[in-house]
């Protein structure tokens, strides 16, 4: 079951601690641990298995984590065994948006309709109002003229800028991206990367998985690297590239790309 009860720090915008995930005898996530502080870019980087995306999922509950404590926006959720209450759930995910790699849209619904479905039917905006909202995010992220298209009829890259002006319509607090460009053709993977460094630069407080290196080094205040489960290597971004304690990070570091580390 989760408790909520108040918390004053209000420059901390998350905090994470000792958060474990099992799926049958597998643990995924081994006790994880972290803060964020409102305006913070937090890259989480690590191998295929290392706990990552779990950890993203857990965070918006669309796991439900085995035990660990979480505050977000000032409050403190216990987590326990067993189903959080629907309303708790509902209360946390509002101030969480999340970008998936595989964009998620709704197919049926135009590009516009995709921007103001939760916001009228969640948060009871007015119409109205959460239109014009919804053409604006749309021309922040390059896509004005796709209002009235189907997603079918995008570009992936285009179709996680929706993505991306979606999570914005519901105004949240942290946003949440898993690895948005791993699903993107090489020539698509910058104009989503603009658009993330572009929301970053407005002191936006984002957790991001992500195996773009170089971008995370750029972008990134702090730099989390997750290996089988643990956080090995937690710090200030340019501290973490240019100085790795863990053995693993440095191999990680090593294996990547010819410029990407």
């Known amino acids: ?138 021309s922040r992220v390059g896509l004005a003229e796709k209002r009235d298209s189907y997603p079918a009829h995008l570009s992936g890259g285009q179709q996680q800028r929706v993505a991306i002006a979606r999570a914005l319509a519901m105004e949240p607090e942290i946003l949440l991206f898993d690895e948005p460009t791993s699903a993107l053709d090489p020539e698509l993977v910058g104009e989503v990367l603009k658009v993330i460094r572009a929301l970053a630069d407005e002191g936006r407080t984002m957790l991001i998985v992500t195996h773009e290196l170089s971008f995370a080094r750029q972008v990134a205040t702090r730099a989390i690297f997750l290996h089988k489960g643990e956080v090995e290597e937690d710090g200030p971004s340019d501290q973490v590239f240019a100085a790795p304690t863990s053995r ?14």
């Open 1 to 138: 079951m989760v408790e909520i009860e108040a918390r004053a720090d209000i420059a901390e915008a998350l905090r994470l601690r000792n958060l474990r995930k099992r799926f049958g005898p597998l643990e995924v996530l081994k006790g994880v641990s972290l803060t964020a502080r409102r305006g913070d870019v937090v890259a989480i980087l690590g191998s295929s298995g290392s706990g990552k995306s779990t950890l993203l999922r857990c965070l918006n509950f669309l796991e439900q984590p085995d035990e660990g404590d979480v505050w977000i926006g000032g409050e403190h959720l216990k987590l326990g065994r067993g189903l959080a209450g629907q309303r708790k759930i509902n209360a946390l995910r509002v101030k969480l948006g999340m970008v998936f790699q595989s964009f998620n849209l709704w197919s049926h619904k135009t590009v516009l309709e995709n921007l103001i479905e939760a916001p009228i039917h969640v948060l009871g905006l007015g119409r109205s109002d959460t239109v014009a909202r919804a053409e604006l995010l749309l």
């Open 248 to 261: 693993h990070f440095q191999q990680f570091l090593a294996s990547s790309r010819p410029g990407m580390a």
